[in-house]
């Protein structure tokens, strides 16, 4: 029998919402050992310490000094804003990183991030947990084998709950990089195609968005080389719950994946069918592509799979485009979308 690679010794950097998801996935994942964790709220680190049986430090740096507990992977959880140094610091001390989205907001320090895992053979993934969805990667999938045929158009439908609150949606960095950039990665990534259009239109109904300035209900609207269209429907609010799907409609059929409930049960009264709501929010919503994607987080460090699900090109055009969607919306025209960034470092992109 072939022996086991050895399990993957990691630190979990922020226990907040998405840290506690991460953080339960490592645990429970036989290819991963939690060394240690950072996170600055002292009675939040010691009860995950406590949970992992592990060494919790204040920072990133106080976790990589310490050569008596080692680790080869590091999860960042944080903020947006502190993800480009911690990436950084993590790569030079030749540590793979998973980083929850986005990289960076700049497609320049995207690209010296990912060019500085590649010159130190380091794994960089960066958390679009969609992709992992086993629903929506069956879409991909038919797609893909031609089961509807030529693709004409991609919808997308991502409605939030619960609404965040206004001091969230302050520093939030805007509805397009917030929300609409997972769409904008899958509406890619399921037509295979770079669009080279965007349209976006949005208002603000929630009292103080508009004053961020942000808008909370939103579509963006994209077209494709191929003539392919796409659209993006975003909104803040979602009263039935935690709201995702996708249809694709193509030459011989429509493909449809639905939103996720509790249970299938269907009540039928004189009165008309009740079902279980929506799933809450994302994290009872991606249970199994949160999983999914940390698997295989481990199987690129192990070094089982040499090619990740999201890569360098797919981070940095979809940063372009999110760049293109978010100036369509402050301008109120249709923006061309140009990847003359990508061309310089990698010649063509694909058409």
């Known amino acids: ?12 950097v922020g226990l907040g919402r998405i840290g506690a998801v991460h953080f339960d996935n490592v645990s429970r994942n036989r290819k991963f050992r939690i060394r240690a964790v950072v996170e600055p709220v002292e009675a939040r680190r010691l009860d995950y310490m406590d949970r992992a049986q592990c ?9 990589l000094a310490d050569k008596t507990n080692p680790v080869n992977g590091v999860l960042i959880c944080t903020p947006t804003g502190s993800h480009p140094e911690l990436i950084k610091e993590s790569l030079l001390a030749g540590k793979h990183v998973f980083c929850e989205k986005p990289i960076a907001y700049d ?6 991030l990912y060019l500085l895992a590649k010159e130190k053979n380091l794994v960089l993934l960066c958390g679009f947990q969609r992709r992992y969805d086993n629903s929506f990667a069956k879409v991909k999938q038919l797609i893909d084998e031609g089961r509807i045929g030529t693709l004409h158009k991609i919808r997308m439908i991502s409605r939030d709950n619960p609404c965040p609150p206004l ?5 939030s960095g805007g509805i397009i990089f917030d929300c609409a950039s997972h769409d904008c990665d899958e509406v890619r990534w399921y037509t295979g195609e770079d669009p080279n259009m965007v349209y976006s239109v949005g208002s603000a109904f929630l009292p103080g968005v508009g004053d961020i300035p942000d808008v909370d209900t939103l579509e963006i609207m994209f077209k494709f080389p191929s003539g392919r269209l796409g659209s993006v ?12 799907r996708v249809e694709a409609h193509g030459q011989k059929g429509t493909l449809y994946a639905e939103n996720e409930r509790d249970t299938t049960t269907v009540l039928a009264t004189a009165d008309g069918f009740t079902v279980d709501p929506n799933k809450y929010s994302f994290p009872t919503r991606y249970v199994q592509a949160y999983s999914t994607e940390l698997e295989h987080f481990a199987d690129l460090c192990q070094g089982f799979v040499k090619v990740p699900r999201l890569t360098h090109e797919d981070v940095h055009k979809n940063c372009v485009i999110l760049h293109a969607a978010n100036e369509s919306l402050k301008s109120g025209q249709p923006v061309k979308i140009e990847y003359t960034e990508w061309n310089k470092l990698h010649g063509k992109d694909r058409k």
Not at 107 to 112: N, S, Y
């Open 55 to 63: 060494l919790g430090y204040l920072t990133l740096s106080e976790a």
């Open 1 to 12: 029998m072939e022996a086991k690679a050895p399990r993957v010794d990691v630190v979990v």
């Open 107 to 112: 497609t320049k320090i995207v690209d010296e």
């Open 167 to 171: 001091a969230y949606l302050q520093i």
């Open 233 to 244: 429907d975003i909104s803040r609010i979602s009263t039935s719950g935690y709201d995702q």
